[in-house]
């Protein structure tokens, strides 16, 4: 077990750390967040949002006389990564949403990421410079272009230190190479290809090849009203750079071996779990769909999260998950009024913590939800500003479904819909946790930290 990272036993208490972000009267819809990574050694935490943006926060390093405020994340780099365009071959209009980021692990001082809209994957290069060079020949102080017969002596350049700058450069663009929305970018363990899937297909690509990429899978029928299923998500095996998953709007897992065959659209593993004819229901489809595959940190699980649950399933079973969670059931008898509001299309994501024990999702009601899978525990937590004084323990929140409610619950049929945990982050190694809320990313830490 990585040390620090504990069990959710009723003793680890969880505090308000930070809250980034404007109060969410002042905010746009390009202010909403739509993805957020920690990079691999924790230190940075990314977020992206609907109008193109990529924030970079980095971690405070300690200092004697304010121990405190080890941990806190602070703005390191900002930048635009995708700007609208309009396809006019198709009278689309694409948005510049950033879907997904992904980190690159650190080789040197730089650091590398990928951040994608519906249709391009850019790699970004983000870089410090706090010296730069005097005394060129050929150019005055200002860059302007001396007149050579005015040069009368060469001049040795020097570095002198200016005021520390964080640059963001996009070092590749990977573009036309979708003709559906890109849900998924994974980075191979060989780090020196990713892939990029959307509804249909799955692209391989190599970091330094930008006109081309292999298609690994393609799934679109030669008629496309035989059309069953799409893409949902996909991810690749943590250490075998061969293997791969993605998950289907059908609630079914494959996992594929690029050793198989160059395309690989017959998987070497099929995990479903057999549906009860009992409880099937208009909904069962649109609810089974997957919205987040996950590979544990070790390789040996994957997790996947559907509408109403989160599922553990190891590799070496296919035919059932080893762990079912459920994170809302109490929407069950809702489900009417969340299809007619489009809330049942929602795309919740999970996230395993550093020692694979403890897995988090969101739900409504700006609610997110813990399971230990040690000690069967759970707990519901809530993102709210309310809460937000330093070092303010959050308290657990309970909903009731009917019959009396008690002083601390809250009434199912007054959670707001329009307030939703889609995307969540944990450290690599301690019990901090990033949460993004509409246009707010809340970051909570266990009391320890």
Not at 134 to 141: I, P, Q
Not at 356 to 369: A, L
Not at 399 to 411: A, L, M, N, Q
Request: aromatic letters at 10%; charged letters at 25%.
């Amino acid at each position: 077990m990585i040390p620090g990272i504990g069990t959710l036993t009723q003793d680890t208490l969880w505090c308000f750390s930070q809250v980034k972000g404007t109060i969410e009267i002042g905010a746009t819809e390009a202010d909403i967040i739509s993805t957020v990574e920690f990079n691999h050694t924790g230190e940075l935490l990314a977020t992206g949002d609907k109008g193109g943006r990529v924030v970079i926060f980095q971690r405070e390093q300690e200092s004697k006389n304010q121990v405190h405020r080890r941990g806190e994340y602070n703005v390191y780099s900002t930048f635009q990564s995708h700007e609208p365009e309009f396809d006019y071959l198709k009278s689309l209009e694409i948005e510049e949403k950033i879907n997904k980021i992904r980190w690159l692990p650190q080789q040197n001082a730089a650091y590398f990421l990928l951040s994608t809209n519906d249709k391009t994957v850019k790699l970004w290069k983000v870089s410090e410079r706090d010296k730069r060079p005097e005394g060129y020949n050929l150019k005055d102080e200002e860059g302007r272009l001396r007149d050579p017969t005015t040069i009368t002596t060469l001049r040795v350049p020097v570095l002198r230190p200016m005021d520390l700058m964080v640059e963001a450069t996009p070092r590749r663009v990977f573009a036309n190479a979708h003709t559906y929305h890109i849900n998924s970018i994974s980075v191979n363990s060989d780090y020196e290809t990713y892939m990029s899937a959307d509804d249909l297909r799955i692209n391989l690509w190599n970091f330094e090849i930008t006109n081309q990429s292999f298609n690994i899978v393609d799934i679109k029928p030669a008629n496309m009203e035989e059309l069953t299923e799409v893409i949902t998500a996909a991810e690749f095996h943590p250490h075998h750079c061969n293997s791969f998953v993605y998950s289907s709007s059908k609630g079914t897992i494959r996992l594929c071996d690029m050793r198989a065959s160059a395309l690989c659209d017959r998987h070497s593993k099929f995990f479903e779990e057999p549906e009860d004819p009992s409880n099937r229901s208009f909904f069962s489809e649109i609810i089974s769909s997957i919205s987040d595959v996950k590979f544990s940190h070790s390789g040996r699980y994957i997790m996947t999260r559907d509408y109403l649950t989160v599922k553990v399933w190891d590799l070496n079973m296919e035919n059932r998950p080893i762990e079912t969670y459920q994170v809302h059931d109490y929407l069950r008898s809702k489900l009417c009024s969340l299809y007619e509001n489009d809330c049942i299309f929602d795309k919740f994501e999970c996230v395993w913590n550093g020692s694979d024990s403890v897995i988090m999702t969101g739900s409504y009601n700006n609610f997110f939800r813990m399971f230990d899978r040690n000690t069967k525990r759970d707990v519901t937590l809530e993102a709210s500003r309310e809460n937000s004084k330093p070092r303010a323990i959050l308290k657990p929140r309970k909903v009731c479904v009917g019959g009396k409610r008690r002083k601390d619950e809250i009434s199912v049929d007054s959670l707001d819909f329009s307030k939703k945990i889609l995307h969540t982050a944990w450290h690599p190694s301690e019990n901090i946790i990033a949460v993004a809320a509409t246009n707010n990313l809340y970051i909570f830490q266990d009391k320890v930290n």
